[in-house]
């Protein structure tokens, strides 16, 4: 046997043994549940990915409900591609923009209010299966919402409702009651070199 | 004066610190240029904030490309909003499985290679300002592909080409020669209590 031959022998030996280990994995696997989803860490991505999965849930037909907790001049792309879609997701940017910009603690703590009021009608709403509550961390953070009533409502959902939570800082009670938790990290960022939110990639 | 008077007070000085310190930040950022993107990490999001990147550009009237190089059951969700904006996005899923799948290296080899010369085309292609090399990473570290002849491609590209390389375990070098690298960490993951990959939310 020539070598490249050996060398495809010994590769399709060990990608049976993998298959077949994934296999068994994968058949463990039977459970079916609303998963809550946290994405949080330093990095790019946590907001992306959500929307990403919005993305995903309506190519299935689902229904998404997507409040914006902070509104920045970020998401004026996916909206116009949202908004193609209006029996599929609703898109409400609740935010009136970063906490550095209003300067207004109480009005901050209303608009909160607001917006969460928003994310627990979705939650209860049986039609809507994914909800993104979209930089909830930051206003947990701020202590703007109480947890301990933002975990109840996130708790308490039906059994199959799917619900996602963005925003760095997130409060590790939240992160002990959700199912999936990703942290994505800022290994390098092209800020630090002097390049400015682009269109298309930014916002 | 109230302890809340007081409070909001404290909060507005604050705010408006930060304010003025971002605006100097983000004025001293006047660079614009297309981005090398790479997604890697054991999480979850890498793949998925690469198409909501997707779809944040399609809402600018960017045009996007994205090539699969392993085509799993994933992405059945995104294919089908995506399919809805043929002018704006073109979708290949090139690969033809895992590795594991197929078993056959030589036809693992000549899938990434044919992948990679549509990748190659895509970046060559002026009309195209956005190009998602879905797990590329992967077949990098399986090295079917020379990582030379792809970083040559990759950093050669024309000056306002975006470009996002997605899988675990980024090659060094690509990391190296990227402008904005994000790491998805696995903090909890719900395969580990046994619960399935759900339609419109793993794939």
């Not at 696997?29 to 860490?41: A, M, N, P, Q, W």
């Not at 330093?42 to 907001?47: A, C």
């Not at 995903?56 to 409040?67: D, F, L, P, Q």
């Not at 992160?175 to 630090?192: G, I, N, Q, S, Y």
């Amino acid at each position: 046997m020539t070598d490249e031959a050996t060398r495809n022998d010994r590769h399709r030996a060990k990608m049976q043994r993998i298959q077949a280990a994934r296999r068994d994995m994968m058949e463990s696997r039977t459970g079916e549940k609303g998963l809550l989803i946290v994405h949080t860490g330093p990095g790019k991505g946590k907001s992306t990915a959500a929307f990403g999965m919005a993305v995903r849930a309506m190519g299935h037909g689902m229904k998404v409900g997507i409040v914006q907790f902070v509104k920045g001049a970020m998401a004026t792309g996916e909206r116009a591609i949202f908004d193609a879609f209006p029996d599929l997701v609703s898109f409400r940017p609740m935010g009136e923009g970063f906490t550095w910009d209003t300067q207004d603690r109480a009005r901050d703590i209303a608009t909160a209010r607001a917006a969460w009021e928003e994310v627990a009608r979705l939650i209860a709403d049986p039609d809507i299966a994914l909800v993104i509550a979209d930089e909830l961390n930051i206003v947990l953070r701020y202590d703007y919402l109480p947890l301990d009533e933002v975990l109840a409502v996130l708790t308490a959902r039906a059994p199959m409702k799917h619900v996602v939570v963005t925003g760095r800082n997130a409060p590790p009670a939240l992160v002990e009651a959700a199912d999936l938790v990703t942290e994505m990290a800022a290994v390098k960022h092209p800020f630090r070199s002097g390049i400015k939110a682009q269109e298309g990639i930014e916002f």
